[in-house]
């Protein structure tokens, strides 16, 4: 049972245009999340995350929005560029395993082409 | 540098035949935890430790075993590998508080069992 979905599994997005990635899930009980991007051959890097109690936290070309009716969350990157091609997972944790459990999607591989 | 350290980061081993994966962190970090890759399924955790001699199962432990007797060092366990098992894995550390959840990898551990 995926609790947390990345139903696209590619995207491909011009440079200088914006990239949005999508994430859905399942468990009410998750309210904290986070995005993380991988290159290949390199371990995942935490890029940015956000509360349930917000529905937006940006951060630079990052932005990402939180809509807790809906289950749903989703990173804006703008404007794209070629170093962001890489492999961008949805994860979430809840208050009620201390946040010691973190649940991530399956990805979703963007591709910024010049 | 702060890093998270595995070893070996590729191996290939027959069924059966015990190995370890070594974990080592530099940041002084309470909590560490396994996860491994596998395509279509993104990642998932195998165990978690909060603490020294504190460990938990995480989604998929089955045929893992994990210890913490230094705050440092998290190794993964296979007592008997089965091909089921070849993946890429990744350890993974995080200082407190704990709801930041980010996480910091390793480069990963890919394992292939014959």
């Known amino acids: 049972d995926q609790q947390v979905k990345q139903n696209s599994p590619s995207l491909s997005v011009q440079e200088g245009r914006i990239s949005i990635l999508n994430c859905d899930y399942t468990?009410?009980?998750?309210?904290?999340f986070l995005w993380y991007k991988k290159y290949p051959a390199e371990g995942p890097t935490f890029l940015i995350s956000i509360s349930s109690i917000k529905d937006k936290n940006e951060d630079g070309r990052f932005t990402v929005f939180l809509n807790k009716s809906a289950k749903h969350l989703s990173l804006h990157i703008v404007p794209s560029q070629p170093g962001d091609s890489a492999v961008y997972f949805c994860a979430a944790s809840a208050r009620n395993t201390g946040f010691q459990k973190l649940v991530f999607g399956t990805g979703t591989r963007l591709l910024v082409s010049p | 540098e702060a890093q998270v350290t595995q070893n070996p980061r590729y191996l290939i081993t027959v069924t059966g035949k015990k190995l370890t994966v070594t974990c080592s962190q530099n940041?002084?970090?309470?909590?560490m935890s396994w996860y491994r890759q596998d395509p279509g399924l993104g990642l998932r955790q195998i165990y978690y430790s909060m603490n020294v001699e504190v460990t938990d199962k995480g989604d998929v432990p089955e045929g893992y075993k994990v210890s913490r007797k230094e705050k440092r060092n998290f190794p993964l366990i296979l007592e008997s590998p089965s091909p089921n098992q070849t993946s890429l894995y990744f350890c993974?550390?995080?200082?407190?508080?704990?709801?930041?959840?980010?996480?910091?990898f390793g480069e990963g551990s890919r394992l292939t069992v014959l």
């Open positions: 468990n009410s009980m998750f309210d904290y």
């Open positions: 993974a550390s995080r200082g407190q508080p704990a709801n930041t959840g980010e996480l910091f």
């Open positions: 940041m002084n970090h309470e909590y």
